[in-house]
């Protein structure tokens, strides 16, 4: 299932792909599978987000695991 909690988050922060691929130091691409779930974020990865968003943990659980 496509993450559309986290690529809503983006848009709302006026974020491109690029920039999130940036951030994560990893290429457009292999982002794109990520933000599409078909690869899974890593624990830093996720982190680095969260820190970046200044995400609280409920947030993290919905954004990441539809919670």
């Known amino acids: 299932?496509?993450?559309?909690?986290?690529k809503a988050e983006r848009v709302r922060r006026n974020l491109t792909q690029k920039d999130m691929?940036?951030?994560l130091?990893?290429?457009?691409p292999a982002y794109n599978l990520k933000e599409n779930s078909n690869r899974?974020?890593?624990h830093a990865e996720t982190q680095l987000i969260?820190?970046?968003f200044q995400l609280t943990a409920d947030e993290i659980k919905t954004i990441f695991f539809g919670e």
């Open 50 to 52: 969260a820190k970046e």
């Open 1 to 6: 299932m496509p993450n559309f909690n986290l």
């Open 25 to 28: 130091n990893i290429s457009i």
């Open 21 to 23: 691929a940036k951030l």
């Open 40 to 42: 899974a974020f890593s």
